[in-house]
């Protein structure tokens, strides 16, 4: 599964190529993409995450943070459109961004603008705005957010002047630190990223006949319920489906809303199981040892 980051690019199939590109901070690097051929044309796929996702800035700095530009999925949507696709469809999430979609607009921009149909994945519902509530997993210091929600309100103007679309209000809008604002303005149509994969990959027939649902988050928060994989699968898998996730941290209230959204639901929390150096280090092991005991408790018979 996915939501439209990290992952998103594997649930489908075509022609996959390289595509190289300057990263987020201007270090070369190579983004993958698809080709599909579709009932109306050449879809091109691509993720965000592959162009400018959290892994391309290592141990950033709030410095850094601030810098990363979304100017790399611009470079790569615009490659798609030379390269013959007629629609394109991108994956928002796990991105190191959080520059409210000037890079990505820029370079389109400069590229002639989109001249294809567009579909966004968003792997958050949040309006424009909400790309702030993420800005301090990316590295921003806290010190800094309010630099970071004035460019953010700045940088909506830019856009309605430049459109005439507000992106504020617009659900999915801050998907990639505000690259689905960007998008939308530009006239790209947003669509619930888990949803689309989970529609791709067959999960709902999957389900059908499944008695127990694992499933994930890195870090489980209020977000976690607003289009990110956790919660569209705890509101669309089946009642006599057994849900269990598994979780590095739970910040906040999340559990609570957990429980509300779809009672009885088991929640695995890492960090307060074992040392939290231990599950960055050996997440698979901890996972398979904490599910062992769920699934072969040690004092049942």
Known sequence: MSDGGEGFLDAFSGEEFLVELNGPLGAPIKARALLCEAKTGVLGIVESAEAIGRQLVVHPTSSM??????????????????AGATQLLVGLGGSATTDGGQGVFQALAEHGGLTVPLTVACDVEVPYLGALAFAQQKGIAERDL???????????????????????????????GGVGGALLCLGGIAVPGAALVAEQSGLGEALKDATVLITGEGALDATSLQGKVVGHLLRTAPPSCAVI?????????ILCDLEALRPGTRVVVFDQAVETAHALNSPLTV???????????SNSD
Do not use: N
């Not at 601030?66 to 030379?82: C, E, K, T, V």
């Not at 040892?289 to 699934?295: K, R």
């Open 65 to 82: 943070a601030l810098q990363a530009s979304s100017r790399p999925l611009g470079d790569l949507l615009a490659a798609l459109q030379h």
């Open 146 to 176: 309010a630099q970071v929600e004035q460019m953010l309100l700045h940088t909506a103007d830019r856009f309605a002047l430049a459109t005439g679309i507000d992106p504020t209000p617009l659900s999915g809008a801050g998907a990639a």
């Open 245 to 253: 996730v598994l979780a590095g941290s739970a910040k906040g209230s």
């Open 287 to 297: 996972a398979t040892a904490l599910l062992d005991d769920i699934f072969w408790p």
